[in-house]
C-alpha cells in the first residue's frame, strides 16, 4: 500500500507541476486597472492609467477628483488610490 501510495503522489506532483508550468507559458497578462471618474457631476470612463496621466497633466483630474473601480466599495479620492498616487507625485498641491 505505501509504494501505490508514493507513486500516486508522485503522479500527482507531476501533474501539478505540468499544469502550473503551462499557465506560465501563456504568458497571460495581469488585468489592466481602470477607474471610472466623476466629471461635472457625471460618470466617465474607464479609463487606464496612461488616460489618467494625462487628465492629470491637463488638470482634468485633481487629487481631490472622484473615482470608481472594481472591487471599491465606495467611490473615492484619486489621491486615495494607490495606483494613482503617483500621478500626483510632481504636480503640486493646490494653492490656499
Known amino acids: 500500500m505505501g509504494v501505490g501510495m508514493g507513486v500516486g503522489m508522485g503522479m500527482g506532483n507531476m501533474v501539478t507541476n505540468m499544469m502550473g508550468n503551462s499557465m506560465a507559458q ?5 488585468p489592466l486597472t ?3 471618474v466623476a466629471v461635472n457631476g457625471a460618470q466617465a470612463g474607464p479609463f487606464g492609467i496612461d488616460q489618467l496621466k494625462a487628465m492629470v497633466a491637463s488638470g482634468q483630474l485633481t487629487r ?8 471599491m466599495a ?8 494607490a ?9 503640486p498641491p493646490p494653492l490656499v
Open 64 to 71: 481631490t477628483t472622484q473615482v470608481w473601480k472594481t472591487g
Open 83 to 91: 495606483e494613482l498616487a503617483a500621478l500626483f507625485a510632481a504636480v
Open 74 to 81: 465606495a467611490w473615492g479620492a484619486a489621491e486615495g488610490q
Open 26 to 30: 501563456n504568458n497571460v497578462p495581469p
Open 34 to 36: 481602470q477607474f471610472h
